[in-house]
């Protein structure tokens, strides 16, 4: 059992893609264990990218994740990492595979509709930022 930090970042919220989000999740068997939305501060999304930091979109992206309300999931299941960034398709929507959420929504390389952990220790990381485990079921 693995478990993953999803985003549907302020553009996906904007645009009124939370349902469509939500529903391709489910129908591909990512299983919903914590969900809450959220509007992060500047200094918040810093700290979430820190990763980051040296990137030359660094500000861009920061600003861009605190420019409006995100929907924060957790996901659980077998192999739920590279299962749910399959189903995300490339960071670059041009790039993405046909029937994925970016292929299918995402209009710019930055404003990509989702976010995803893309390893375990990237996912610890990430879920314990947004969630205490009171809030994740089990
Ligand atoms: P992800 O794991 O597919 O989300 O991609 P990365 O970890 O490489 O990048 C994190 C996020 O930064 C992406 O989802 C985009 O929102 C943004 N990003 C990545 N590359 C670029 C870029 O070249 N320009 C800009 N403006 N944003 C980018």
Redesign the pocket.
Known sequence: MERTLSIIKPDGVHRGLIGEVVNMLEQNDLNIVAMKMLYMTKPQAEGFYAV?RERP?FE??TDFMSSGPVVVMVLEGENVIARYRDLMGA?NYKEAADGTIRQKFATD??K?VV?GS?APETASFEISYFFNRFEIIR
């Open positions: 980051h979109f861009s992206l960071t390389i930055e990509n976010h893309d």
